[in-house]
């Protein structure tokens, strides 16, 4: 991953792969873009849902993040 990036940072997913990876946009408040990184389903946590045009809860967010853990293990 780009070393301009660090844990939190927000980004797009542009597109889906069959794969279960994202390639998602990092970019900065002007809009220019940081990094394109292809990551897996694993290596992120989705904070905006863009099918109900909400923020997930953080509830759900630590959820996401726990089941990662687990599937780590």
């Known amino acids: 991953m780009n070393a301009n990036l660090r844990a939190g ?3 797009a ?3 889906c792969y069959q794969d279960n990876n994202y390639e998602v946009e ?3 408040s002007d ?3 940081l990094a394109l990184c ?4 694993r290596q ?3 904070v905006w849902s863009a099918k109900t045009k909400t923020w ?6 630590v959820a996401a993040i726990l089941n990662n853990l687990d599937n780590h293990r």
Do not use: M
């Open 44 to 46: 992120f946590v989705v």
């Open 13 to 15: 997913i542009v597109e």
């Open 9 to 11: 940072v927000q980004g």
């Open 38 to 41: 292809t990551l897996s389903a």
């Open 56 to 61: 997930l809860t953080i509830s759900e967010r």
């Open 31 to 33: 809009g220019e873009t």
């Open 26 to 28: 990092f970019s900065n």
